[in-house]
């Protein structure tokens, strides 16, 4: 794996081989304050990015809030890009992003946005994919497709 873009911390995590940190460096920013500490791996052609819930992602029925499973989908869109083609993540945007919740995420459980890329051009990555819980993916929180802008090149100073 190439060297991780220079805002995020993407290290061997001890004890848990194969699997990534994926946070932020600057831990005032929305991934650490809101998801908490996330975890990345790569599957042959996927990514899973991985979040382990707490009840501050909970709504009143005690599960994972929608907003919860959106933003985890929306940062695995990047975790997948660096993962799976070295591509830097932290100057790309969102450009479209479709879900469909079909499931409720319980909380007692790692949450886990599996993503693959489906295509990609000079300026865009398409890529798709589930949220899942259980031993197996057995449990299906929701499928999305996005499309992400890759960051521009340094423009050069003369």
Same mark, same amino acid.
């Given at each position: 794996?190439?060297? @991780? @873009?220079?805002?995020?911390?993407?290290? @061997?995590?001890?004890?848990?081989?194969?699997?990534?940190?994926?946070?932020?460096?600057?831990?005032?920013?929305?991934?650490? $304050?809101?998801m908490g500490p996330l975890r990345v791996r790569q599957e042959g052609e996927r990514a899973r990015l991985r979040m382990m819930p707490q009840q501050r992602h909970t709504n009143?029925?005690?599960?994972? &809030?929608?907003?919860?499973?959106?933003?985890?989908?929306?940062?695995?869109?990047?975790?997948?890009? &660096?993962?799976?083609?070295?591509?830097?993540?932290?100057?790309? $945007?969102?450009?479209?992003?479709?879900?469909?919740?079909?499931?409720?995420?319980?909380?007692? %459980? @790692?949450?886990?946005?599996? $993503?693959? $890329?489906?295509?990609?051009?000079? %300026?865009?990555?398409?890529? %798709?994919?589930?949220?899942?819980?259980?031993?197996?993916?057995? &449990?299906?929180?929701?499928?999305?497709?996005?499309?992400?802008?890759?960051?521009?090149?340094?423009?050069? %100073?003369?």
């Amino acid at each position: 794996m190439k060297n @991780p @873009p220079s805002f995020f911390d993407c290290e @061997p995590v001890d004890g848990e081989p194969g699997w990534y940190s994926w946070d932020l460096k600057d831990d005032t920013r929305f991934n650490a $304050v809101v998801m908490g500490p996330l975890r990345v791996r790569q599957e042959g052609e996927r990514a899973r990015l991985r979040m382990m819930p707490q009840q501050r992602h909970t709504n009143l029925q005690d599960m994972i &809030h929608g907003a919860i499973t959106l933003s985890l989908i929306d940062i695995a869109l990047f975790a997948g890009m &660096h993962m799976l083609r070295e591509s830097d993540a932290g100057m790309a $945007v969102t450009l479209e992003l479709s879900t469909q919740f079909t499931g409720a995420g319980k909380v007692d %459980r @790692p949450l886990d946005a599996v $993503v693959e $890329v489906m295509r990609e051009t000079g %300026r865009l990555m398409f890529l %798709r994919g589930e949220v899942v819980q259980g031993p197996d993916d057995s &449990h299906l929180v929701a499928a999305f497709s996005g499309i992400v802008r890759k960051a521009s090149a340094p423009k050069e %100073r003369s």
